[in-house]
């Protein structure tokens, strides 16, 4: 069941009248919250109910042993049983067959030629966000960063709860648990808030799907473009790729910020990040922050003039998550060089020099190359190969002239730039004027039926959201 | 009530208010731009013969004279004049009948299936039944190809062809296809948001496959597509002057008895730009790409039939036969210089054709490489032009059917 379909409209309205009008207590709501997620889960594949459920039991189970042991080595015990079983399943149902491809591979370029085969298995939905979710919480409870719980429902609502189940973002325990235990009341701004990041991220979705189809043409046929259109392409998936993970988390927090959970904000204005350390910190902010301190510090984080080893296995297997592909795994290790170099150049003197020295035109050339240097990420992220992803970058740097550019190519590339501009400017406007637009109905009102005539006039219903497939 | 439980009601309650305006609103608007676009832009959606077809079975159904149905796609739609083959059966054997054109474009069995069903249902109410039901299989709108080509057509030709119950039946099936079913029959005024994003993806998607070729054209051929647009726009102006109410002639209209506007509705300089117009369209470079585009789109070379859809077409003649005296089956004439269809192909067709007249007990007439039909009586790679192949084709009909319309 997508966000952009007619089915999950209905879905969602059922839910909210019931929600609303005949289960209003707390322990009922959260029985409630857990019968609509797992339809909306079983919307797509009823058969792993089991193991969302099974994680989900297991860490609360774990989480109540963790806290009441005073043994160090106990909880040590205890926690490790959390992370073996959810990164056993993460490492089971996302990463068999490309342990077993890799092997195949290796083994081959040795010249021993070995057919090992590949497992029949399908990739749950939204494994690698509950089962991080899921995680969180021993792990906090561990850290002391929240207590064990001793209500189950809330528990399993919380891990369950649909807007956020199969694409995050990623929550941690001590942000939404509280309030699923005790399901608050929300606020006329909560609602037209709702409504108006419900309509942006259909409207973001909608864009996202139409810039599909320039960066399919590029990555469909490296080889057979013209350098317009290679740049067009390029550009096209990073709109398409913001547009729908960013859209998909919007609909996400608008849905539940209807019914008054609040979810933190996802992303940030990634496009206009001056760094590849500031991008991170507004790119898919849930995931980041849950690398950061639960695998990042956990690490060593900056001590022991570790930063940048940790900074790069933070990275590396922070693009693992997205996919089981080596593609994702050079993207991740870019990233993590890309992002240990800013640290180095800022500890260096010219770091520093020009670190007093900001004025707007080294703030935009430093935002024109960060933009640039994720753009080129995204070759790898987006690419079938490594090998497709290196000769697209080649030509980016090296275009062949014999190829020429189709009629109306600039036309199409501004298009693609305005496009990216446009969703941008809407995000901003909508982080930076919050209150401001809130306020006046006869601004929000318009804006909200003129984004829905949009997703309904073009969205095409039923495409899905890039993220599922990790 | 506590006061908490109260506001809590109340914000739902605001909640509901903000949903309708906000979704209403946006319904309204959409619906009002499909009307107004539809009405002045004319057939972008590429449904408005459906639906206008849809609209008038039950006129079709109730017509007083003995009727004949022409049933198929858009080889009927162009290459059929049903007024042109009733003046034939009346003239040279005094029967008077009346016909129908049932073509429609971007068919493909399983729609026809759909069709067929609410053509029987409207005779069905009027208790009436056709006298000749003659229905086009075409080959190449029953390939594998074919049966996977534009799946964004699908649901919106679907939503308007079935009925009701057809629509509430998939709730059972399949819910997700229900509700967008749903959404563009009653919501959506039968357009869906993949028809309108056609447009969009041809700009910025498939505007970029297909611009290559056209920056490759000579400057004959752009000599040649300038005056096309040219003569097309003379021949509409003419049209629209002396035709105002058939002006649209795609769409389904009882004054043509749905066939397009003919060459006898044509003043004499009407006629000049429509000859004009067949020959500027037979330039080689336009019938060559128009011949690629049947091979990428139905594999009209090739050949490889889909059973599925076979089957659908086996099942559109079942639903005649429970409301036509007679029903018969027919190949439209075939551009042979320009789709020349392989052996296999043709071996292939020729033990489908054979299938179907021995488990359907069907007469199966083939025109594909009847004599009477020159290259020159094609506009393009497939369909027959209107100021010959039309006109030849449809006397020649007339001719063949006789004997089975006197048998009654």
């Known amino acids: 069941m997508l966000f952009n379909t007619p089915l999950f409209f209905g879905f969602a309205c059922v839910f909210f009248l019931l929600y609303s009008f005949v289960f209003t207590k707390n322990n009922s709501r959260a029985l409630f919250v857990i019968a609509s997620s797992l339809l909306f889960y079983a919307g797509w594949d009823y058969r792993f109910i089991p193991l969302l459920l099974l994680s989900g039991v297991i860490d609360f189970f774990v989480a109540q042993h963790i806290a009441k042991t005073d043994d160090i080595v106990q ?12 990164l056993g399943i993460l490492g089971i149902f996302k990463y068999t067959n490309f342990m077993i491809d890799s092997v195949q591979e290796t083994l081959t370029f040795f010249g021993a030629a070995v057919s090992l085969g590949t497992l029949e298995i399908v990739l749950p939905v939204g494994i690698s966000f509950y089962t991080f979710q899921s995680m969180s919480y021993t792990i906090d409870v561990y850290r002391g960063d929240t207590h064990a719980r001793k209500n ?29 235990e005790n399901f608050p009341t929300p606020s006329i701004n909560d609602v037209k808030y709702g409504f108006v990041l419900i309509t942006i ?57 209807i019914i008054g959970i609040k979810i933190p904000l996802n992303f940030n204005t990634p496009y206009f990040s001056i760094s590849p350390v500031d991008f991170w910190k507004r790119w898919h902010i849930s995931l980041s ?19 940048i080893r940790n900074v790069f296995i933070t990275m590396l297997l922070g693009g693992l998550w997205h996919g089981a592909a080596w593609t994702f795994v050079v993207w991740g290790a870019y990233h993590g060089v890309i992002i240990s170099l800013t640290h180095m150049i800022r500890e260096s ?12 035109l080294l703030t935009f050339c430093m935002w024109l190359f960060t933009f640039y240097l994720v753009c080129i990420g995204w070759v790898f992220f987006r690419a079938e190969s490594i090998g497709d992803a290196f000769s697209i970058i080649a030509f980016l740097h090296m275009p062949d002239t014999s190829i020429a550019a189709a009629p109306y190519a600039g036309v199409i590339l501004a298009l693609v730039a305005i496009t990216i501009f446009f969703i941008h400017a809407l995000d901003y406007s909508i982080i930076r004027f919050r209150e401001g637009i809130l306020k006046r109905y006869w601004l929000v009102l318009p804006l909200l039926i003129a984004g829905q005539t949009f997703m309904i006039l073009i969205g095409e219903p039923g495409y899905e959201f890039i993220y599922f497939q990790f | 009530m506590n006061s908490s439980t109260s506001s809590s009601k109340k914000v739902a309650l605001y909640t509901i208010l903000l949903a309708v305006v906000i979704l209403g609103s946006a319904t309204w608007l959409v619906n009002a731009f499909t009307d107004n676009t539809e009405k002045n832009a004319g057939d972008v959606f590429g449904i ?31 290459g059929f004049s049903p007024r042109y083959y009733d003046e034939a ?28 069903k609410r053509i029987k249902e409207a005779h069905q109410r009027s208790g009436k039944k056709v006298d000749l039901a003659i229905i086009e299989f075409n080959p190449f709108l029953t390939t594998k190809k074919r049966e996977n080509f534009r799946p964004f057509m699908t649901e919106q030709v679907s939503a308007v062809l079935m009925s009701p119950e057809e629509i509430h039946n998939l709730a059972f099936e399949d819910t997700e296809r229900y509700a967008r079913m749903l959404s563009i029959r009653y919501l959506r005024n039968g357009v869906s948001a993949e028809a309108i994003t056609g447009g969009i993806r041809f700009l910025v998607g498939a505007a970029q496959d297909q611009a290559p070729s056209i920056g490759n054209f000579t400057k004959d051929h752009l000599q040649n597509l300038s005056e096309r647009r040219t003569i097309q726009k003379q021949l509409r102006d003419f049209i629209t002057q002396e035709h105002p109410l058939t002006k649209k002639s795609h769409v389904w209209n009882p004054v043509t008895q749905g066939g397009l506007i003919d060459m006898m509705d044509l003043s004499s300089k009407a006629k000049s730009a429509a000859i004009a117009l067949s020959n500027n369209m037979r330039y080689p470079k336009t019938l060559a790409l128009d011949a690629q585009g049947r091979i990428e789109c139905c594999d009209i070379i090739d050949l490889e039939f889909s059973e599925p859809l076979f089957k659908d077409f086996q099942n559109i003649i079942k639903e005649f036969k429970a409301f036509s005296n007679h029903v018969e089956v027919i190949l439209m004439p075939s551009n042979r210089t320009i789709i020349p269809t392989n052996k296999e192909a043709l071996e292939r067709q020729k033990a489908l054709l054979g299938r179907l007249e021995k488990e359907e007990q069907i007469t199966v007439r083939n025109y594909q490489d009847h004599p009477a039909f020159a290259p020159s009586m094609f506009y393009d790679a497939t369909h027959l032009a209107m100021d010959t192949g039309r006109i030849t084709f449809s006397q020649l009909l007339a001719q063949n059917t006789v004997e089975t319309l006197k048998k009654d």
Do not use: C
Not at chain 1, 75 to 86: A, D, Q
Not at chain 1, 231 to 254: E, N, P, R
Not at chain 1, 290 to 306: A, C, F, T, V
């Open chain 1, 75 to 86: 909880k040590k015990r205890f926690l490790l049983i959390s992370i073996v079983v959810n």
């Open chain 1, 152 to 180: 189950f429902t809330p528990f399993i609502a919380t891990l369950s709860f649909f807007p956020q189940l199969v694409a995050g973002p990623i929550l941690r325990a001590r942000q939404i648990l509280p309030q699923i």
């Open chain 1, 201 to 257: 991220g259909l409207v973001k979705k909608t864009i996202a799907d139409i810039l599909a189809f320039p960066a399919q043409t590029l990555f469909n046929n490296p080889d057979a473009i013209s350098w317009i259109e290679t740049v067009t392409g390029v550009l096209a998936f990073a709109g398409q790729i913001y547009g729908d993970f960013s859209g998909y988390s919007d609909i996400a927090i608008g849905i539940a910020l």
């Open chain 1, 289 to 307: 922050g849950w690398l950061r301190d639960y695998l990042y510090i956990s690490l060593g984080g900056n001590r022991g003039g570790k930063q």
């Open chain 1, 349 to 360: 003197r010219i770091g520093k020099f020009f670190s007093n020295k900001q004025g707007k």
């Open chain 2, 48 to 78: 408005q013969r459906i639906r206008s077809v849809i609209n008038s079975l039950d006129y079709i159904a109730n017509t007083e004279t003995p009727s004949v149905i022409v049933f198929g796609s858009s080889l009927i739609k162009d």
């Open chain 2, 89 to 116: 059966l009346k003239s040279q054997h005094n029967i008077d009948i009346t016909s129908f054109n049932l073509g429609l474009g971007n068919m493909k069995p399983s729609y026809q299936l759909l069709l067929a």
